[in-house]
Structure formats: C-alpha cells, structure tokens
C-alpha cells in the first residue's frame, strides 16, 4: 500500500521559510516521480514542483524561490520554500506517479498525501 504523510506546513511571515517534508512508503521514491501540488481557497490544484531522477522541475511563480530535493534513504522529497508571499498560501500536497510522461498535469500521479497548510501573512 502506498501511502504519503507531509508535514511541516504553518503559518509564516511574509519573506520568511518553511520546510515541507513528504514521506513516502509502499513505493521507492527512486523509482517514481514526486511532485508538489497546492490549492488554494476557490483556485483550481496547481503545480509547484517535481523531482524524476536526478531532474527537477518548477511552476514558474516558485522558480528561484522553492527548491525540491530527495533522502532516497529516507524514502522522502522536501520542498525548501524561501522568500514566501501571502499568494504562497494554500494546502499544499505531495504525490507520486510513474516515471512516463509529463510531470506537471495532476491526472500523472497515482497516489495523493492528505495535505498540509501553509499560511503566509501580510
């Protein structure tokens, strides 16, 4: 059974940082790809980021800002998230999918983690 736990949302000011971390077991994180997803209030799911391999991939608004990474021993992707703004503000999600295809539509990835807050002030 796969599943993902995030973890590390909050409320944070305005430029400030926040870790998310997304734990993975049922699956090798080496093997699939994980991405970063979030939703804000009355907005559709948007991506943010993705690791596949060794690639990392960016939603522009986030490039330069966020930053993805992987602890294959740990079976866990972070998303580091520096320079915050208050339109950061959303549930944010992992997921994983097959290593096949594009990695930014959400219909790629199977499995979905329940999600965590992130808050930015003003």
């Known amino acids: 059974q796969v599943q993902l736990v995030e973890s590390g949302g909050g409320l944070v000011q305005t430029g400030g940082s926040l870790r998310l971390s997304c734990a993975v077991s049922?699956?090798?994180?080496?093997?699939?790809?994980v991405g970063w997803f979030r939703q804000a209030p009355g907005k559709v799911r948007e991506f943010v980021a993705a690791i596949r391999w060794g690639g990392t991939y960016y939603a522009d608004s986030v490039k330069g800002r966020f930053t993805i990474s992987r602890d294959d021993a740990k079976n866990a992707v972070y998303l580091q998230m520096n320079s915050l703004k208050p339109e950061d503000t959303a549930i944010y999600y992992c997921?994983?999918?097959?290593?096949?295809?594009?990695?930014?539509?959400?219909?790629?990835?199977?499995?979905w983690g329940q999600g965590t807050q992130v808050t930015v002030s003003s």
């Open positions: 997921a994983s999918g097959p290593v096949v295809g594009a990695v930014k539509p959400d219909a790629h990835y199977d499995y």
């Open positions: 049922g699956r090798a994180i080496t093997r699939y790809d």
